[in-house]
């Protein structure tokens, strides 16, 4: 029977660069330092602290407080007991960064190098008594894995190595054990379940360890127990070994009415396989495994033969406590009820793999995992790289391939290189015939090869890379009409590969919490920059405002998916913070898995859910007296839902309830989007100007009988259907004339063109695309609007404090007016939210003094095709009354001088910042 020998406590410890040492000796200085081990070289701040940390600001990721590159020697003892003398040894080391070399008792063993799996080392016999373990981690980037983007100067960008993400780490972390065992041992255990036929079919590699020419006789036995208990023995199987290896294939029938494993029932199965002779049981394993089969059949994916839409996030390896990814079941299982709080029922694991324990907590919660070799690679120029990946990927399935999460396998992600088509062609040829436990693509992003099992493409996203402005939702007011049919062209599912990546601004109060070995020296440049310029006080609120915003895009994003008939799926970039690539801060929780202040998970997951009805409508800002629109549900539960029905509500910003009724939905049969029917509402008799919520509620019964509900909401605007006269004045320009009658008491709004205006940073409706930097200052800079609903100004125009749908009306072709130009503090109305790294002093709409009139500075168009245009026509109405009321008589005072500074050339938005704040 394997025993275990727990080598986790301290080792020895020393640095010994490899320049003018023969890679294959031990080195000769003695050790004057220990480590604990599981645990890293950054954990235990054993390199010097990193310049970074006291002198710059460095923008592209977390900081490394104490980085290290190189060799880190490790070396302990432990003893073997007379009991064990003679039998064999094996060392295991979970979770190793990168390349491992062995010594034991001073004789070199050999060297391991696999990212994603355990490092095994076979010991051989040893007899009792003290013998010493020398183990050298070098976390030196061995193969060019991260290097597709190399051409544009961007080296080591894959998760499994990055200091993005997870840092390029030294140490080993997880289980470090010593494993004994007697001549004969289960070397491995392969299981293939078949939901369909409700087998189990069992691949077993016995191994040999004594003198394999002479035949040896073993007992095999076999037991399954169920989810629900029940058990299945088979009779004992006796096999004869005359080889090292032996491999043995059989299966098991499993009862019919076994449970099937999926995300609503995640049903766990466990086998027990022994070895035995002369009644002693020699080696034993025990693995769970989950029934079921994850195909495709057209354009959907399927479990166990139902259709299943993918709702799934990013894994990019990002623990700022530790600086590697976990290696214990709960912790997994924390970051994954946190996905799945937010409707999530998938997570892709770009260009690493998790260690074992994410498989089994996914295994337990009913997660579909995407797994990729660690890699974002340039291909089929470096064949020891080509090959790298190859054995990895067999390493990778050979430890992993039993979980029933594991559902999805791909090579890496967005990769470059001339001879990609033929390695990828070729991987996925091996592997469909290879194994067909799970679904496999070439990589996540392209290319599109008709051997891909699915495609997994950006052309979806409401934001392209580099669209700019020209994005969906910078160029459109809000349609829920659209859905992503034109791109669901192929015959086999279509992913929307990273979709969204909408930024929010920092959270400042974060900053504290990077207590492990990485700082966040890009929130503390924010900070400090903000205090300069005296904006600190508003940064919770610039969170919240541009949060929100956040949310409302990639809410309309998500249901553009699900109204979408027939489509694979969504991965989101995503639902946690990426602190890398020039700090891309997308998540509606930080990283630290963790919902931010603005982020509501129930709320999201009634838009993103098994069960999720929708509003199909052109028009979210009325002015002509009707609601309309259709009503579509989108049914990806475990059963048919029979009687149902859709409730609808028209409530107030009191939340009660104006207008009401029901739809009759009949059976939604699971697995699609159903068209329930249309709505044409006459809302006349409602307040208006006024903001309303629409509430949809979904409910139905499983064949079970099993009630199963969802709702969902938007907001919509409603508006008088004309403009009332007023006698605002609106000009364009401040001449000799307009000037005058400012001095002579005049109260005027100058609305300057966009073009006329100076604008480094380029205001769109949506916030920053990933981040400024990464994307070479791509538009648009700005995070959002920020406003008091309260103010007197805005006191007929209905709204939050930050951005919704009804602003895009106001904000599109527009352009920020630059308050940090005045020379003087003055408070906006309405706020526009710069970038963080910029933090300039932006308005949408301010009020200021000059001579003895009153001056609004509005960036926004309130003059032209007002007929069409009712948000303009109302913020239009709200200003003139409120220019009827006194003036405060703490406005700022301004000069004509100052006002002409807001305009001017706009210089081009930067790409890189400057050398106390590098980039990349």
Not at 319 to 339: C, I, K, M, N, Q
Not at 533 to 540: D, E, I, N, S, W
Not at 788 to 815: K, N
Request: aromatic letters at 10%.
């Amino acid at each position: 029977m394997i025993e275990t020998i727990d080598l986790s406590g301290l080792w020895q410890f020393q640095f010994h660069e490899p320049a003018g040492q023969d890679a294959r000796q031990l080195p000769v200085a003695p050790y004057t330092d220990a480590i604990a081990l599981p645990g890293t070289v950054d954990l235990a701040a054993k390199a010097p602290l990193n310049p970074q940390m006291t002198d710059t600001f460095l923008m592209a990721h977390l900081t490394r407080k104490h980085p290290f590159v190189g060799w880190g020697w490790y070396e302990r003892t432990f003893e073997v007991c007379p009991e064990q003398d003679g039998r064999y040894f094996h060392l295991v080391l979970e979770r190793p960064h990168w390349e491992t070399t062995l010594w034991l008792d001073g004789l070199r063993v050999g060297s391991a190098e696999s990212l994603c799996i355990p490092h095994r080392f076979s010991l051989g016999r040893l007899s009792a008594g003290t013998h010493t373990l020398t183990l050298r981690v070098d976390n030196t980037i061995r193969y060019a894995v991260g290097d597709a983007n190399s051409f544009q100067g961007f080296y080591d960008l894959a998760h499994s190595v990055t200091d993005h993400t997870q840092t390029n780490w030294n140490g080993v972390v997880g289980r470090l054990e010593l494993q004994v065992s007697d001549h004969l041992m289960i070397e491995a255990l392969e299981l293939y379940p078949d939901a369909g036929r409700a087998t189990l079919e069992l691949r077993v590699t016995l191994r040999n360890q004594g003198d394999p020419r002479s035949s040896e006789a073993v007992v095999l036995h076999t037991a399954v127990t169920l989810s629900d208990g029940r058990t299945v023995d088979l009779p004992a199987e006796l096999l004869a070994l005359d080889s090292a290896h032996t491999t043995y294939v059989w299966t098991v029938t499993l009862p019919a009415d076994a449970p099937r494993w999926d995300e609503f029932s995640p049903a766990l199965h466990e086998v027990t396989v022994s070895l035995e002779q002369d009644a002693l049981v020699l080696d034993q394993q025990i693995q769970n495994f989950g029934l079921r089969d994850f195909a495709t059949r057209g354009q959907q994916f399927t479990i166990n033969g139902r259709p299943v839409l993918l709702r799934g996030t990013l894994d990019c390896c990002i623990f700022p406590l530790t600086g590697h990814p976990p290696t214990d079941v709960e912790s997994w299982r924390e970051v994954y009820r946190a996905v799945q709080a937010y409707g999530l029922n998938h997570v892709r694991f770009h260009s690493y793999c998790p260690p074992e324990a994410a498989f089994q907590a996914a295994d337990e919660l009913g997660l579909y995992l995407h797994v990729e070799t660690p890699v974002w690679p340039e291909l089929g120029g470096d064949p020891v790289l080509d090959d790298f990946i190859r054995r990895e990927a067999r390493r990778i399935v050979q430890e992993y391939g039993h979980h029933p999460s594991f559902c999805i396998l791909a090579v890496g992600n967005e990769p470059h290189g001339e001879g990609q088509h033929a390695f990828l062609a070729q991987f996925q040829q091996e592997w469909r015939t290879r194994d067909p436990r799970r679904v496999y693509t070439g990589c996540s992003g392209w290319p599109h090869l008709i051997e891909n099992g699915f495609h997994s493409t950006p052309e979806p996203r409401a934001h392209r890379w580099g669209e700019g402005l020209d994005s969906r939702f910078n160029r459109e007011a809000l349609d829920t009409c659209q859905n992503l049919s034109g791109w669901n062209l192929f015959a086999v599912p279509t992913v929307t590969h990273e979709m969204g990546q909408w930024c929010a601004f920092p959270n400042l109060d974060e900053i504290a919490r990077y207590s492990g070995p990485v700082a966040a020296r890009n929130f503390e440049f924010v900070r400090d920059d903000l205090a300069a310029k005296g904006m600190l006080p508003l940064a919770h609120d610039f969170l919240m405002a541009s949060g929100h915003l956040q949310t409302r895009l990639y809410k309309e994003e998500i249901e553009s998916a699900l109204r979408t008939p027939d489509y694979g799926g969504i991965q989101l970039l995503g639902v946690q913070d990426f602190p890398g690539q020039g700090t891309a801060l997308v998540g509606v929780m930080d990283a630290f898995w963790t919902p931010k202040p603005y982020s509501d998970p129930q709320q999201f997951q009634e838009f993103c859910g098994p069960l999720v009805p929708l509003w199909s409508s052109p028009r979210f800002t009325i002015d002509d007296g009707r609601l309309r629109g259709e009503v579509l549900i989108s049914q990806y539960g475990p059963a048919n839902l029979d009687g149902s029905v859709v409730n609808w509500t028209l409530r107030d910003a009191g939340e009660t309830a104006q207008l009401s009724g029901t739809l009759s939905a009949g059976t939604l049969a699971t697995g699609n989007v159903h068209t329930v029917g249309s709505l044409d509402v006459d809302v006349t008799a409602l307040e208006t100007p006024g903001q309303y919520e629409l509430l949809l509620s979904v409910e139905g019964h499983e064949a079970e009988g099993e009630t199963r509900q969802a709702q969902n909401r938007w907001t919509v605007w409603l508006y008088p259907p004309t403009q009332p006269e007023d006698d605002l004045e609106i000009v364009t320009s401040l001449d000799d004339a307009v000037l005058a009658r400012l001095e002579a008491g005049a109260s005027l709004i100058w609305a300057p063109p966009p073009e006329t205006l100076y604008a480094a940073s380029q205001m769109g409706f949506t916030t920053a695309f990933w981040n400024v930097l990464w994307t070479q200052g791509q538009p648009p800079h700005t995070m959002g609007l920020l406003c008091d609903p309260a103010h007197l100004a805005l006191a007929d125009f209905p709204t939050d404090m930050h951005s919704d749908w009804q602003w895009w009306e106001l904000v599109h072709g527009r352009q920020a007016l630059h308050l940090d130009r005045l020379g003087v503090a003055l408070t906006p109305i309405v706020r526009v939210i710069d970038d963080w790294n910029t933090n300039r002093s932006l308005a949408l709409l301010a009020e200021a003094r000059v001579g003895r009139g009153r001056l609004i500075i509005s960036s926004s168009d309130l003059m032209s095709d007002l007929e069409r245009r009712p948000v303009a026509r109302q913020m239009r109405r709200s200003l003139a009354q409120y220019l009827q009321a006194l003036p405060s008589a703490t406005l700022t005072e301004l000069t004509p001088e100052q006002l002409l500074l807001l305009l001017g050339e706009s210089p081009p938005a930067p790409t890189t910042l400057d050398s106390s704040r590098p980039t990349f």
